[in-house]
């Protein structure tokens, strides 16, 4: 459903909020656990960057930290930035005119789909998903 940009941004975010406690968290860690390609995850999280999401530090000790002023967002704002709205708009089948009025045929269920999918972006603050993860109900490694 999210760009390969927008997978990584979320990504990255989490995995900063969860080891930026210990200071800033640098490309090169990000990329070895997440298994990123660093050159990509670079414009990106400068881009987060750039909106105030995280906080770039320069330097040997330097990467990247979560804007403090910001540890209540949530990922809906990552999404919006990096994929735009129009994902939670689009025809399920790519139709360009497709609506409650002209239906394709699978309006119905892709439009609760998208829906649940917006309000799990939008229910939770990163500190909560942080959370999830340091407790272990949630991670962020592929198996």
Same mark, same amino acid.
């Not at 910001?70 to 994902?87: E, M, N, P």
């Not at 002209?102 to 972006?121: A, D, M, R, Y």
């Given at each position: 459903?999210?760009?390969?940009?927008?997978?990584? #941004?979320?990504? #990255?975010?989490?995995?900063?909020?969860?080891?930026?406690?210990?200071?800033?968290?640098?490309?090169?860690?990000?990329?070895?656990?997440?298994?990123?390609?660093? +050159?990509?995850? #670079?414009?990106?999280?400068?881009?987060?960057?750039?909106?105030?999401?995280?906080?770039?530090?320069? $330097?040997?000790?330097? $990467?990247?930290?979560?804007?403090?002023?910001?540890?209540?967002?949530?990922?809906?704002?990552?999404?919006?930035?990096?994929?735009?709205?129009?994902?939670?708009?689009?025809?399920?089948?790519?139709?360009?005119?497709?609506?409650?009025?002209?239906?394709?045929?699978? +309006?119905?269920?892709?439009?609760?789909?998208?829906?649940?999918?917006?309000?799990?972006?939008?229910?939770?603050?990163?500190?909560?998903?942080?959370?999830?993860?340091?407790?272990?109900?949630?991670?962020?490694?592929?198996?």
């Amino acid at each position: 459903m999210f760009s390969k940009s927008c997978q990584y #941004a979320i990504q #990255a975010i989490l995995f900063i909020s969860l080891k930026g406690d210990k200071g800033p968290v640098s490309i090169k860690t990000i990329c070895e656990h997440q298994s990123v390609p660093s +050159h990509f995850l #670079a414009k990106i999280l400068q881009q987060l960057v750039k909106q105030n999401f995280l906080i770039s530090i320069k $330097g040997p000790n330097g $990467g990247f930290s979560i804007n403090p002023n910001l540890v209540d967002f949530r990922l809906i704002d990552v999404v919006t930035l990096i994929d735009g709205t129009d994902i939670f708009n689009q025809c399920g089948i790519g139709l360009k005119q497709c609506s409650d009025a002209h239906p394709c045929p699978v +309006h119905s269920t892709f439009k609760q789909v998208k829906e649940h999918v917006k309000n799990i972006l939008t229910e939770k603050s990163l500190q909560e998903l942080t959370n999830e993860l340091r407790t272990g109900k949630t991670n962020l490694i592929e198996l």
